[in-house]
């Protein structure tokens, strides 16, 4: 029979479907951590769970074992957030602990500023409808980053402007920008999800689970043909 862990021992669960990147860590601290990912859109509804339980089962616990669940907030997909969040409840009322929602364009310009040269400035540009984009601008301080653009909900066409009058050396993203070269990487791995959690919001988990809901940003609307 295999015995609780410790209070000290036991990991969080990170989550991450904001984007096409469906990704769920185990996460105890820097050194000791495991990651699994699948990158295709709109496979989160039937991938999210199975991912969670692969991760459990290969770290070796079970749900009961975790100190909590830390989920990206977005913005980004609705119906990704939906079933982020979802998973995220489902697991933290069945064990009685809390959940963290974190900032999931810092998370990302975090894992970013990690490949990046200290000073250099990066963008990070990811579809928020057909005509308007969500920014976010960031310097790499070596093992860390800066806000230099905050989370901002622009019209496309003014993309290359703001670009150009930001001085950034870096885009990030999944939009496409006419005359500037667009790296392909919109949402952060679900292992730095956990890490900006450890580091910044110092695992603070919310136990009010009824009332904990994604961070969309923009009012989503149905439109009638």
Not at 81 to 104: C, S, W
Not at 134 to 154: M, N, R
Request: charged share 25%; with cysteine.
């Amino acid at each position: 029979m295999r015995l609780p862990l410790k209070n000290s021992e036991r990991p969080v669960l990170a989550i991450e479907t904001t984007g096409a990147l469906c990704s769920v860590s185990i996460y105890a601290n820097d050194k000791k951590h495991l990651t699994v990912s699948l990158n295709m859109e709109k496979a989160h509804s039937r991938k999210i769970l199975s991912l969670i339980d692969s991760a459990l089962s290969i770290y070796g616990i079970a749900t009961c074992d975790l100190a909590g669940v830390c989920v990206s907030e977005g913005p980004g997909s609705f119906t990704g957030l939906r079933l982020g969040f979802a998973a995220a409840k489902g697991i933290a009322f069945g064990q009685e602990f809390g959940i963290m929602k974190v900032p999931t364009f810092k998370s990302l310009a975090y894992e970013l500023s990690m490949t990046m040269k200290e000073g250099s400035r990066g963008l990070i540009v990811t579809k928020a409808a057909l005509e308007e984009s969500y920014l976010y601008g960031f310097e790499a301080q070596g093992d860390d980053f800066s806000e230099v653009f905050p989370l901002t909900l622009i019209e496309n066409e003014l993309l290359l402007k703001t670009i150009s009058e930001g001085c950034f050396d870096k885009v990030f993203g999944n939009v496409l920008i006419p005359g500037c070269d667009v790296t392909g990487k919109s949402s952060p791995e679900a292992l730095w999800i956990a890490k900006y959690a450890a580091k910044k919001l110092k695992f603070a988990f919310d136990h009010e689970i009824d009332f904990i809901e994604p961070y969309y940003f923009k009012n989503f609307t149905v439109k009638v043909k």
